[in-house]
């Protein structure tokens, strides 16, 4: 079964490489069935780690350099169920994103395919690294292909202004992650993660672990678009073609925050003062501020696709906050809200590039009861935005009541409340504009939301294109996002992967002595949900509902003079958060040199 | 003076970035990132380095001869070609951004703002 | 934000950050004094290990080999990008035009062109026995061939780099790496396992297989650099004659 284990990396680049290589000399459907076949292989290969993977850790090592005397000469892929569940998420969304476009862009040959494999491969091998330098290289890959991917239509200003801010920050954020690298390999003379976090253990951290383990996360957090480094997902989201948008929100932001967490609990949780309570409020804060912020700019949001990324960056947050508790349920519950997010993420953008394709419009307003003819796509939109408000048991639930539980738990009470509120916000955004491009509610007219440049024709419409090529993915991925809590054992396998992951010395075992650590399912603490999540996620449906109602009709429901007083209140600082997000790569870069000096100072004031 | 050559990198890296941040064209910001790289390519060497030692190349020395770090080389090979890759993808960007609104100005691109 | 408070907020941030790294790399050794453990195994173990006279490259290929692949990789696709973000409907008229007129510096291109050839090809083949190898040969590949659109005219740089015959050279050196790699599966061992007689350090023919993925590199850097070149050349002849 190790045999496998390279695969998800390998079926996907000699499939890329295949097309270019023959691209000239095949027919016209090959690189569609090429991609499809190469992105469905790697699904089912993804699947099977994981099974295969819940029993034990895997490390696999290139080249066949094994450990030798405990010191890691090669480069390894260490496959627990949260690594290889990322890559199975990556490349189900791929699937999906592949047939949505089937025959979508002719025009450019094998291109779009091959980035777009280049891409998965990209992002299964950072999922399933073991090695702090081969992580950065996946990572540089993902890159790679996805600036590109984002500037896919030239002929406008915007993708080429997205995919300029996308390229700059995320640079500069690899560029931090190299310099982590090597000062950690300065230090101690490893690449391998358990290595490093071996030789790490046990001593107080100096000026250099500090500040290297604050650079790695940094760059790593700008992946995840965690604010400050959150500036450039809107703009990249605005402009990519839809079927990149899901996986960017899908998987690769995810991946980021799972670059962090992979790093913290290899490299720096045998180190005195890890586990303060402090460390848990830094990464906690940064973690709200981006909840709160994605979600009150998702709700100034009229293009479509801007919106679903602010909300992306909302959810970023909601999983920082569950990586930030330290704990395996909290883990756990960020591991069920990358899948269902994903999942559901996934559909809504697809949705989104129904829209776009049949209508030719992705402005809120303008799209203003245009949508009614396309019905299907409209219930699956809101039945995406209802499971994201998390009703139990369906959707967001699991996550968002794992995330609940284990922060009162660990003595922060006020999160639920705010997670709640957040959700609210931003599920009443995309209620909001469901209502109004599929059922023609409320007015045309809306002051709050930011005008923004609308996006043109993605394709050429093509009437004969087949409806139910789009359709179907779509489908397929919010029926999968609403009905995942439902699987039967996924709690308790949820929790078990969070244990795994956070177990460092099972972890070096494994990796520098090559012990294969049998772990079972059963015998876990199991965290019981208690009716308060129950009440929360009541709470977080109604709430959706009644403020996307509101938002509708707050003309006809609160007289004048007092919507001109809160809007006197309000807009000053609703006009500086826009400000602030400005598009301009000057200030995004100036931004991330404030994150990355904020975040290094407060890791020193707090580990040393 | 031990010290001089990671100070070095810092002040690369530094000095890269506020010309990212101050650039007037998306040429020079493309060049500042890359001198912003070239900052990391400095601190692997120097990491690696060996006082009085010779390449890790033992065509006609013999093993166990004083070498440099070949780990930390084989890195910097890596880092190299990221940055030729991104640079490449940048320049692509910033001609079609020329043809398109006839400025090479960043801060003059704000169709993202909001 | 105006640029002013750009500039303060960069200020600010800016020392900041600085003062934080260099508070790092104080903790480093001192420059000079590396001792760990990771480099020096390798220097000891890799020629007898190998075969392979430079480390550098036992590294590159063998050791760390699966970076390298990843590596490929990021070049195969930035080049792919490339193409995608600078085509057009480009018109055939719009190719460069521009004639060969001085005989003198088209005899000196064709030696120099010559030359660089043999310099490639010699760079290439000792990668694994002297400083060299795929990657740094391969540009000076790509560099000869370059000459003869700087030494002579568009077209017949054109006639030398077909665009099916490039994009193969490309495919076929990325995905000959990753295919390598899985011969090594084929042959039991895990992915990237070097195999083959290991032949002689010191001669052309050692490493096992490194020299095929050296030259695997090779080829796909130099058609990676080639694809750059005409990707730019195009799309600048036709802002030229835009603005002409």
Request: glycine share 10%; net charge neutral; proline share 4%.
């Amino acid at each position: 079964m190790d045999v496998l284990v390279p695969l998800p990396v390998a079926i996907p680049l000699i499939s890329a490489a295949a097309l270019t290589a023959f691209g000239h000399f095949l027919g016209k459907r090959v690189d569609d069935v090429v991609a499809l076949a190469a992105s469905t292989a790697t699904m089912v290969v993804s699947l099977l780690l994981v099974f295969h993977a819940s029993d034990h850790r895997l490390a696999y090592w290139f080249g066949g350099w094994r450990a030798r005397h405990g010191l890691a000469l090669g480069v390894s892929f260490t496959v627990d169920p949260v690594a290889a569940g990322f890559a199975a998420l990556a490349a189900t969304l791929m699937t999906a994103s592949l047939v949505f476009s089937w025959r979508y862009f002719d025009e450019v040959g094998t291109l779009f395919h091959v980035l777009m494999l280049v891409f998965l491969a990209g992002m299964c091998g950072f999922a399933l690294s073991g090695d702090l330098f081969n992580m950065f290289v996946w990572f540089e890959l993902m890159g790679a292909a996805a600036y590109a991917l984002t500037g896919y239509r030239v002929e406008e200003r915007g993708p080429l202004q997205g995919a300029i801010n996308f390229a700059v920050t995320n640079t500069l954020g690899a560029y931090c992650v190299l310099i982590g690298i090597a000062l950690f390999y300065g230090r101690t003379g490893a690449l391998n993660l358990a290595q490093i976090g071996d030789t790490l253990a046990g001593k107080k951290p100096d000026g250099l672990v500090v500040v290297a383990f604050a650079l790695v996360t940094c760059g790593f957090l700008v992946k995840g678009a965690i604010v400050p480094f959150h500036f450039w997902l809107a703009d990249a989201h605005a402009v990519a073609p839809t079927p990149v948008c899901v996986l960017f929100s899908g998987a690769m932001v995810e991946l980021g925050l799972y670059g962090v967490a992979r790093v913290y609990w290899t490299t720096l949780d045998g180190v005195p003062g890890a586990h303060s309570g402090r460390l848990t409020d830094l990464l906690l804060g940064l973690g709200v501020a981006s909840a709160v912020v994605g979600a009150v700019m998702c709700f100034l949001q009229r293009h479509l696709k801007r919106l679903l990324a602010y909300s992306t960056i909302s959810h970023a947050g909601l999983i920082l906050i569950g990586i930030a508790l330290l704990t395996p349920s909290a883990f756990a519950g960020s591991a069920a809200i990358v899948l269902a997010h994903g999942l559901l993420k996934g559909g809504l953008f697809l949705c989104v590039g129904i829209v776009l394709n049949r209508l030719s419009s992705v402005d809120e307003l303008v799209l203003h009861g245009r949508g009614r003819a396309l019905w299907p796509t409209g219930t699956l939109f809101v039945l995406a935005a209802v499971a994201l408000a998390a009703p139990a048991p369906f959707g967001l639930f699991l996550g968002k009541s794992l995330l609940e539980e284990s922060a009162t738990h660990e003595g922060y009470p006020w999160l639920a409340p705010l997670v709640t509120v957040v959700t609210i916000v931003s599920v009443a955004a995309i209620l909001r504009a469901a209502g109004r491009v599929f059922l023609g509610l409320g007015p045309r007219h809306d002051a709050l939301l930011s005008p923004e440049p609308d996006e043109e024709q993605e394709v050429e419409r093509d009437p004969r294109r087949s409806g139910v090529l789009m359709l179907a993915p779509t489908a397929a991925l919010i029926l999968a996002g609403v009905g995942l809590s439902l699987v039967p054992g996924l709690e308790r396998h949820l929790e078990h992967a969070g244990d795994t992951f956070q177990d460092r010395h099972s972890y070096v075992a494994t990796v520098l002595q090559g012990r294969i650590e049998h772990t079972a399912v059963d015998s876990l603490s199991m965290l019981k949900l208690a009716p308060a999540s129950v009440v929360w996620s009541v709470i977080s449906l109604g709430g959706a509902f009644a403020l996307a109602a509101f938002a509708l009709y707050r003309d006809r429901l609160v007289p004048e003079r007092a919507r001109r007083r809160a809007y006197g209140w309000t807009s000053g600082g609703l006009d500086v958060l826009r400000s602030v997000h400005s598009g301009v790569i000057g200030d995004y870069v100036a931004w991330l040199t404030f994150g990355v000096a904020a975040l290094g100072g407060l890791l020193a004031l707090i580990l040393t | 003076m031990s010290y001089l050559p990671y100070a070095l990198a810092v002040w690369i890296f530094v000095v890269g970035l506020y010309g990212i941040i101050t650039s007037r064209n998306l040429i020079h910001l493309v060049v500042c990132l890359t001198l912003t790289q070239s900052s990391t390519y400095v601190l692997l060497l120097a990491i690696g380095y060996v006082k009085g030692a010779t390449a890790p190349v033992f065509a006609d020395v013999s093993v166990g001869t004083r070498a440099v770090d070949p780990v930390v080389q084989a890195l910097t090979l890596t880092d190299i070609v990221v940055s030729v890759t991104v640079a490449a993808l940048l320049l692509a960007l910033a001609i079609q951004v020329q043809k398109r609104n006839g400025t090479l100005d960043p801060d003059a691109l704000t169709e993202m703002s909001g | 934000m105006t640029r002013q408070l750009r500039l303060g907020l960069f200020g600010v941030s800016g020392v900041g950050l600085s003062a934080l790294l260099l508070w790092a790399v104080a903790g480093l050794h001192a420059f000079g004094d590396y001792h760990e453990r990771y480099g020096t195994l390798l220097k000891n173990v890799a020629v007898s290990e190998r075969h392979t006279t430079n480390v550098v490259t036992s590294v590159v290929f063998d050791y760390r080999g699966f970076d390298t692949l990843g590596e490929e990789f990021i070049l195969f696709a930035s080049v792919v990008g490339v193409a995608l973000l600078t085509r057009d409907a480009r018109d055939e008229r719009a190719r460069p035009r521009d004639r060969l007129v001085s005989d003198p510096v088209g005899l000196i291109g064709l030696g120099l062109s010559g030359a660089l050839l043999v310099i490639g090809l010699y760079v290439v083949a000792h990668g694994p026995l002297t400083p060299g190898g795929g990657f740094q040969g391969g540009v000076v590949l790509a560099g000869a061939i370059a000459v003869v659109y700087l030494a002579g005219d568009y077209r017949s740089y054109r006639a030398l780099t077909p665009q099916p015959a490039v994009d193969f050279a490309e495919g076929f050196g990325a995905g000959g790496f990753a295919v390598v790699g899985i011969a090594s599966m084929l042959l039991g061992s895990a992915y990237l396992h070097n195999f083959g007689p290991f032949g002689t350090p010191g001669t052309l023919a050692s490493g096992g297989s490194i020299p095929m993925l050296n030259l695997a590199t090779a080829i796909e850097v130099t058609a990676a650099f080639l694809l750059l070149f005409t990707e730019f050349l195009e799309e600048l002849s036709v802002t030229r004659l835009e603005t002409a």
